[in-house]
């Protein structure tokens, strides 16, 4: 499960599960670009792994430029592994979700994870490089969930879009899967958690009684990413404590 000489590139990775996933990957031995945003969080970030040991550069990207998205792959790849992380959530009963909540997730959510994946198989292919592509979905592109439906909905597209990737990247050795985590401690979801009830509900649905910490996507992103994964694509790795088993 080791990365040596391996470039990585993790979107979204200034913080929570992207900025986990980018420590694991050069903890393994990659070589990581973060992208975000917000450039003073990837510049954080990626001196954290550098003062640990590890090799990363920070850029700023907006992924929802596709033309941006082209324009950089095209300067710094081809990156032997690409992790889709960059997501967004509006929850919000159907009745009341608005246009512009529509148009934001799905944006991020699906478009920006398609156009991403574009550009790095594009150069993958182009320099015959085999690859992973692993998009950070969650346990909702499988189940349902209250004030979920448009989140749902962009999970449930990531998880066709990952199967038929990997029929049409196959032929290339690139491998494409989902990493689904359940609800996550993260800082994005640490105001949820201050509602005790609904706490308590998340924990009531989790076969291990907890709810999920970063440290617990590390190893799947390793995994996914590396040669122990070879005859791995197409497949969704459930790392949701067990909420899908039911």
């Known amino acids: 499960m080791r990365l040596d000489g391996k470039i990585a590139l993790v979107t979204g990775a200034g913080r929570g599960i992207g900025l986990a996933a980018a420590h694991a990957l050069a903890q393994a031995g990659a070589h990581v670009t973060l992208v975000a945003r917000n450039a003073h969080d990837i510049e954080a970030a990626s001196g954290e792994i550098c003062k640990s040991g590890g090799r ?3 850029r700023t990207l907006d992924v929802t430029d596709s033309q941006a998205v082209k324009v950089f792959v095209e300067q710094h790849g081809p990156f032997n592994i690409l992790v889709n992380n960059a997501g967004t959530n509006r929850p919000s009963l159907i009745t009341e979700m608005e246009d512009a909540d529509y148009d934001a997730v799905m944006d991020l959510n699906v478009k920006a994870t398609m156009f ?3 550009e790095v198989a594009r150069g993958l292919i182009a320099a015959g490089k085999p690859g992973s592509i692993i998009t950070i979905s ?3 592109g499988h189940v349902g969930g209250p004030k979920r439906v448009l989140y749902c909905a962009t999970k449930h597209a990531v ?3 990952t199967k038929s990737l990997a029929w049409e990247l196959g032929p290339h050795n690139i491998r494409v899967n989902t990493l689904c985590p359940t609800f996550i401690e993260t800082a994005m979801t640490e105001h949820m958690f201050s509602d005790t009830d609904f706490r ?3 924990e009531s ?3 291990l009684g907890r709810i999920g910490k970063l440290e617990d996507i590390m190893g799947g992103v390793v995994f996914l990413a590396s040669e122990a994964a070879a005859m791995v694509t197409g497949s969704a790795l459930m790392v949701d404590g067990g909420w899908t088993a039911v």
Request: no cysteine; net charge positive.
């Open 200 to 202: 308590r509900y998340v």
């Open 56 to 58: 990363a550069v920070s």
């Open 138 to 140: 969650s346990q909702m």
């Open 116 to 118: 991403v994946t574009r």
């Open 159 to 161: 998880e066709g879009m």
């Open 205 to 207: 649905r989790i076969a």
